[in-house]
């Protein structure tokens, strides 16, 4: 019986997987011409030795990232390709003792680092960042970009493949594309929160959308904001996942959640994300001050022109909060959350509303001078 892995597991031996068709590719010189080319060079068992589950569609994934990355760093001589130990380590140890960033893929997804000299890279930048006055993430961001453009250190984010032909997006390098330099006009254009039943028991779904259009690239885009809890198996905060429709269909990240407050204080939404500020059961649901917010905020985001299914008046949601609390409480605790975050941010003028949300988006991507520079690979 194969062996099955847990999705962790997965993940690190598909980025592994990734950094070694880097390395055969920059490296080694190793153009492949089709996906069964990797199949055919003569070190496939490295790659099946790092990937033992690897299949046909990883193999015609890796084959779309070497094609990609030849295009960008044809004649770029890296030392090494590091995902863990190397440079990770020391990047990560860097931002959590000098900066108090505990996640480092909060200020730069970088799975893979590719390095040239991880010796003299790592040197340089622990003199610049002892030098007097260095002591910022924005200082740090500039000596990055400067490394990234001298081809020293690039550090690559690695996403599904969106097509057959991956896509390569520079982050962060260019100051002139920069949330306070450019001036971006997003626009909220739809909202959604189904509060209605499905078979009569359970919401018709467990997340709310909040819809944003965008113009990339001269093109008229969608981003699409999916918010709902961490897992839907228990009690959890809320996340905020965009993605990108239309030409360049793509999920951009997850919003970092301690960035989202500080964000949202900015903007005087007094929304808390914390499950345990929610009713968690049907009793404290029915106490006459929850239920009496609930409708207060069904009939605001209604106003507003929310989306909120099959649900007709505030009487009705009340009931169906009632059954859902019932059958699964932790779903209904997830949308007295959403219910709460839209009847918030809909309480804002648009315009207001849009530059919220225009924020958000550029947090999800990890875009603007906080964050580090790196390049998207898609």
């Not at 760093?73 to 380590?89: I, Y």
């Not at 989306?307 to 409480?329: H, L, W």
Request: aromatic share 12%; charged share 30%; net charge positive.
């Amino acid at each position: 019986m194969a062996k099955t892995y847990s999705a962790a597991e997965l993940t690190k031996m598909q980025e592994l997987g990734s950094a070694w068709i880097f390395r055969r590719a920059l490296n080694d010189n190793v153009k492949y011409n089709s996906p069964d080319d990797i199949r055919k060079d003569k070190k496939f068992s490295e790659l099946v030795e790092i990937y033992p589950a690897i299949n046909d569609s990883w193999i015609k994934a890796y084959y779309a990232q070497q094609k990609r990355i030849l295009q960008e760093f044809s004649g770029t001589k890296f030392t090494e390709f590091t995902r863990d130990g190397g440079f990770m380590d020391f990047i990560t140890k860097l931002v959590a003792q000098k900066f108090k960033i505990p996640k480092k893929d909060s200020w730069d997804p970088a799975d893979i680092w590719c390095v040239c000299n991880e010796t003299k890279v790592i040197s340089e930048i622990k003199n610049a960042m002892t030098k007097e006055g260095m002591a910022s993430i924005v200082e740090l961001n500039a000596i990055m970009r400067t490394l990234y453009k001298e081809r020293k250190l690039v550090g690559i984010s690695l996403k599904l493949i969106s097509g057959k032909e991956a896509k390569y997006e520079e982050v962060n390098l260019d100051e002139s594309l920069f949330p306070d330099v450019k001036n971006y006009n997003f626009d909220v254009s739809s909202m959604k929160c189904f509060l209605g039943l499905k078979n009569g028991l359970f919401f018709e779904t467990q997340d709310c959308r909040v819809v944003v259009d965008v113009v990339e690239d001269d093109k008229p885009q969608k981003i699409d904001f999916q918010i709902k809890p961490n897992t839907t198996s228990e009690l959890a905060n809320l996340k905020f996942e965009p993605t990108m429709k239309g030409a360049s269909a793509a999920r951009l990240g997850k919003t970092p959640l301690d960035k989202l407050a500080t964000l949202l204080k900015k903007y005087d939404v007094d929304f808390v994300n914390n499950y345990k500020k929610y009713p968690r059961s049907s009793s404290e649901f029915n106490d006459p001050s929850s239920i009496e917010y609930a409708k207060m905020a069904f009939d605001h985001i209604k106003q507003k022109k929310v989306d909120v299914g099959n649900c007709r008046t505030a009487d009705e949601m009340i009931k169906n909060f009632q059954v859902v609390f019932t059958k699964d409480p932790h779903i209904a605790t997830s949308k007295l959350m959403q219910l709460n975050f839209l009847y918030h941010v809909t309480s804002l003028p648009k315009e207001r509303m849009d530059d919220l949300f225009t924020d958000m988006t550029f947090l999800a991507q990890k875009k603007g001078r906080e964050f580090g520079p790196f390049g998207k690979l898609y």
